[in-house]
């Protein structure tokens, strides 16, 4: 088809990002100039494009270990102020060359911490990198405080989602490997966030299946579902017409969010490819499902990429693109009358421009 988005096209649209970890989105020229300038010396290159590749082929290996090491250096060059600072500024200004006009991003306070910086200071940083990055590149970027699953600081970082709130931290998150570590050993984390009326997303049905997704909504009362892939675990296909479990009927009939991230669930083998990705299948079931990027850097992508991969998997055009867009500011940390004000005054706008003018420049 002659009107179907292209990538060029697909940048200029306004779009909306849910899961983006800020460890797994460092540029490699910023990950050689922290590491000269902080003295860190284990990285296996300091030359960039080189860097670059190595991020690339470690991720891309099939081999969990080395897939983990890749976030061992760029954590290891995030551990001052001006290095959290400059990384959440490069960010913004990253995302919002991409066309994204909100995103939320998280990271893990307690993984900054190793050169003596408390936790607190880490949030600080990262909120003034992200708050001047928004100013001076239009974009609103709200962020998420991560507690790792294998640790024992869950209630010490929702503490700290509450205390910093209304300075720009707009929910909470926990990550890390989830066999073995279920959602409900941080129960006491999640019950005090409800509590307090604030919002969480966990990673569940990623690397473990429907009972991770079923403890994550049921047991812990999670407002999304970070990845969520294995939901589709819970819909048999082999009749033709695709029948839902109890959990997936559940999970579509209450609109809960699922933030699919089609390259980095083909990297860590939670899908074969993006044509046998199953959002193929969500989307068209009507879930709640958004597209996102997950580690922009482990991954190569960035958002208009990982659109242009499903337009040309799926065939999708810019009604599918703005619905994905749509589903994923609906279900945004911001208030109310900011996500409709985002929706109606420059989603719904910005799609149907792009859609009027069949993708080509304006004159």
């Known amino acids: ?9 697909i940048r200029r649209a306004p779009k909306v990002l849910l899961h983006d970890h800020l460890d797994g989105g460092v540029r490699p020229a910023t990950v050689v100039d922290l590491a000269r300038e902080t003295g860190y010396e284990d990285l296996p290159t300091t030359d960039v494009e080189s860097l670059r590749t190595w991020f690339a082929e470690a991720s891309n290996s099939g081999s969990l270990e080395r897939y983990l090491e890749t976030f061992s250096h760029t954590v ?5 102020t001006e290095a959290l600072t400059r990384v959440a500024y490069e960010c913004a200004e990253d ?5 994204v006009v909100y995103a939320e991003v998280r990271y893990a306070p307690e993984l900054h911490t190793r050169t003596g910086l408390t936790l607190e200071q880490v949030v600080e940083a990262v909120l003034e990198g992200f708050a001047r990055g928004g100013r001076e590149h239009g974009i ?4 998420l405080v991560t507690a790792m699953r294998h640790q024992a600081r869950s209630m010490e970082i929702a503490e700290l989602a509450v205390r910093y709130r209304d300075a720009g931290v707009v929910g909470f998150d926990i990550a890390g490997a989830e066999a073995g570590y279920p959602p409900t050993r941080h129960l006491d984390a999640f019950e005090y966030l409800q ?6 997303t966990i990673h569940a049905g990623e690397g473990f299946g429907l009972p991770s997704i079923w403890q994550a909504i049921q047991w812990c009362g999670a407002d999304r579902l970070g990845h969520g892939v294995r939901i589709i675990d819970d819909i048999d296909v082999t009749g033709g017409t695709p029948r839902l479990g109890r959990l997936a009927d559940y999970v579509r009939d209450k609109r809960i969010p699922l933030e699919m991230c089609p390259t980095s669930n083909i990297q860590t083998g939670a899908a074969k490819s993006i044509a046998e990705h199953p959002i193929g299948l969500l989307r068209r079931l009507s879930f709640r499902v958004t597209v996102n990027t997950d580690n922009r850097l482990m991954s190569g992508t960035t958002l208009s990429e990982e659109f ?5 998997a799926f065939g999708y055009g810019w009604d599918d693109l703005q619905w994905f867009t749509v589903n994923a500011m609906k279900s945004a940390f911001a208030p109310f009358t900011d996500r ?3 929706i109606n005054g420059v989603i719904k706008p910005g799609f149907a ?5 069949g993708a080509r420049p304006l004159a």
């Open 76 to 80: 290891g060059v995030m551990q001052s």
């Open 340 to 342: 409709l004000e985002l």
């Open 308 to 312: 242009a991969r499903l337009v040309d």
């Open 195 to 200: 509590r307090e009326n604030a919002h969480f």
């Open 353 to 357: 421009q792009l859609k009027w003018s």
């Open 140 to 143: 609103r970027v709200g962020t």
């Open 1 to 9: 088809m002659s009107d179907r988005p292209t990538l060029d096209a």
């Open 95 to 99: 995302l919002a060359k991409d066309g």
